[in-house]
């Protein structure tokens, strides 16, 4: 059974920081590309950072230069660093394990709010 776990979310105050953890079961996880999405309150959930299983990195716009998406292949965990949060940052983040086309999962979500 794959399983995604969240934690790491919470209230901050704007300019602050967390850092978000997904671990994981079930999954050869080394072999998987693992992603931060968020969904805010009537908006469509999209891609905040992304690490291939070669340790490849993206981002979104949006988090640039205040996140960072890192993993541990021993831990089986993928982190997210999120420094200065704004209150758009706002949502409610998922973790995705993805390989090939017919293998994705994701996580139940753990909630961050910023308040201003």
């Known amino acids: 059974q794959v399983q995604l776990v969240e934690s790491g979310g919470g209230l901050v105050q704007a300019g602050g920081s967390l850092r978000l953890s997904c671990a994981s079961s079930g999954i050869t996880f080394s072999i998987y590309n693992m992603g931060w999405y968020r969904q805010a309150p009537g908006k469509q959930r999209e891609l905040v950072a992304r690490?291939?299983?070669?340790?490849?990195?993206n981002y979104a716009d949006s988090v640039k230069g205040r996140s960072t998406i890192s993993r541990d292949n021993v831990k089986n965990t993928v982190f997210l660093q999120m420094n200065s949060l704004k209150p758009e940052d706002t949502a409610v983040y998922y973790c995705?394990?993805?390989?090939?086309?017919?293998?994705?999962?994701w996580g139940q979500g753990t909630q961050v709010t910023v308040s201003s």
């Open positions: 690490i291939t299983r070669d340790g490849i990195t």
């Open positions: 995705n394990a993805g390989f090939l086309r017919d293998n994705e999962y």
